[in-house]
């Protein structure tokens, strides 16, 4: 399907003031326009705004809207609440699979992320920009969307050529056909895209270049203590890197019952904070910094790789942005797999 680019956000207009049943619409913004470096918020609708759906991902990881820093999750509150999340990238929506592998799949169900999962619609979009840190190449990712969304966007000219991407996106798009002139797409079209996607992956094939690892991490537990404290010695162990991974779900669930009613409340945790899984008596199984270090990259390439069958990490690149110690989390991964090539 082909729809001009103006139709559709008079038709983002019309859904975020509640047509079809949907109580909001949220999109990209830019952060701060005056900015030479673009950076993108996730934020509800407004109608004056630029809509920047064609750049790389935002600031904020994509768990920030289905698995929230501090949630209460029981007793859950029925949410009532249809909305419709626009411009998410190819790496928040691999992010959402991990979670519902860890939220949905594995034998246990958190009942608010997965209230969050089924209200919303998501139409996932291109990236034809790339942020300095952007590295899904290097996690097996393409900067477009394959599998994991509703609809997808890809910017042709003035027009966006939209793919379905699952049946409850059916009832949206007949919405959309009322509202908006909807075109079928030619072979032509689908080749620009093809192209158009080529061009932007090969982009940041040859930005990565220098980063390439071997991709094989089965010995990452053998790389000796040494290795990871010369790769760890700026670190502050701040969390930064863990709560902005949209991968990254470590809890603490405190008990914040009343006389009166029984309640549980979920908030993120870090395993880069010295308290992480300390018990009663003051222990913790990770006292020094370097260990906790180790312990995110051994959780990223080895035991989500075991668990779920896939690595834990999107290549976002958002920890690299965040951290105060300016770890490049590429250069890390990189420096360890050869250590850890040259082990085996
Ligand atoms: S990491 Fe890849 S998918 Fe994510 S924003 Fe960058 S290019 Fe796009
Ligand atoms: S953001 Fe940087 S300094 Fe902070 S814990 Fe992570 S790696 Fe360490
Ligand atoms: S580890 Fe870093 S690059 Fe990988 S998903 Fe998390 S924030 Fe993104």
Known sequence: MIVNKNDFHSFLKKVNNGLGNINEVIVPYRARSDDENPSFHFQRFEENKILFLDFFRTIDPIKILFYLFREKVYPIKNKNLKRVIVGVKACDLKALHLLDKAMLQSGFVDPAYKQWRDNSLIISSDCDYLHETCSCNLVN?????????????????????????????????????????????????IEIVKANREKVFNRLIEKNNNLTHSGDFSEIRKVEHKSWEEVSEACIGCGACTNICPSCYCLILNDESTDKDFIKVRSYDSCQWYGYARVAGGGTPRPKMTERFRNRYLCKFDYMYKNFGEFGCTGCGRCTEACAAKIDFRQVVKNVSSVAQEVN
């Open 141 to 189: 990712g393409h900067p477009f969307p394959e599998n994991g969304f509703d609809l997808n966007l890809s910017v042709i000219g003035g027009n966006y050529f939209i793919q379905i991407g699952s049946e409850r996106s059916q009832e949206f798009v007949e919405l959309m056909k009322k509202e908006i002139t909807v075109a079928n797409s030619t072979v032509s079209d």
